[in-house]
């Protein structure tokens, strides 16, 4: 069983639209991430959330806006997309506040 | 701010030899984790490697293990017996051990092994 899945893998879309990037983890952690990594391979943390608590927000625009319903669930909504988004996500969890992190497999998102 | 800067963008080992991955960072912490995390084609990223700063004995994990010098700020990756599957991009991480937790990576050394 994947431990940390994310859904879709692809996501090939226009600029303006919104889009979502759901994340589920089956391991029991209280703490999930989102990472974006961008053509560079450079990854950087957006978000962590702890408990559904947010817990780590970096400056990322407000068109961002993660969700979680429950603690194995982390999704990300980004509304009005731009052509600087194309990037992969990755989505993680740990089993507390920075503790070393399981990674999903990533959703490469495209804008055209 | 932390940083860490991995210098090395692409490096390539034979199979079976030894190869190591350079590391450096910066911190005003005296109480820190690092970390090596591996990233196949596939995507995954794969948690290969901790260490805490306190603790003066490098870390190993089978093949793999670090050679941690903390006054120089420098945090290596030694791959021993490097194998085809061990090709993939490697980041080095830096977590503080208290307020944010977020994790600082390098921008990555892609590893390829040669046949």
């Known amino acids: 069983d994947t431990a940390v899945s994310q859904t879709p893998k692809y996501l090939v879309t226009q600029m303006g639209n919104d889009k979502s990037i759901k994340c589920e983890q089956n391991?029991?952690?209280?703490?999930m991430y989102w990472y974006k990594q961008d053509s560079k391979k450079f990854l950087k943390i957006m978000f962590s959330?702890?408990?559904?608590?947010?817990?780590i927000n970096e400056t990322v625009p407000n068109r961002f806006s993660p969700k979680s319903p429950d603690k194995a669930h982390l999704n990300l909504h980004i509304n009005s997309l731009e052509l600087g988004d194309s990037a992969v996500y990755f989505c993680?969890?740990?089993?507390?506040?920075?503790?070393?992190?399981?990674f999903g497999d990533g959703t490469r998102l495209s804008i055209l | 701010a932390q940083t860490v800067t991995q210098s090395q963008p692409e490096m390539s080992v034979q199979e079976a030899e030894t190869v190591t991955l350079s590391c450096t960072y910066d911190?005003?912490?005296?109480?820190?984790?690092l970390f090596w995390y591996k990233q196949p084609p596939s995507r995954q990223m794969i948690l290969v490697i901790r260490?805490?700063?306190?603790?003066?004995q490098n870390a190993t994990e089978n093949r793999f293990s670090v050679n941690f010098q903390k006054a120089a700020k420098s945090f290596s990756l030694k791959i021993s017996d490097s194998q085809l599957g061990d090709a993939a991009m490697y980041f080095c991480?830096?977590?503080?051990?208290?307020?944010?937790?977020?994790?600082?990576f390098g921008t990555g050394t892609r590893l390829k092994v040669l046949a």
């Open positions: 993680a969890s740990s089993q507390e506040l920075g503790q070393p992190q399981h």
């Open positions: 391991l029991g952690h209280d703490t």
């Open positions: 959330y702890n408990n559904k608590e947010l817990i």
């Open positions: 911190t005003s912490e005296s109480d820190y984790y």
């Open positions: 260490q805490e700063a306190y603790k003066q």
């Open positions: 991480a830096y977590r503080r051990t208290s307020g944010t937790y977020k994790y600082i």
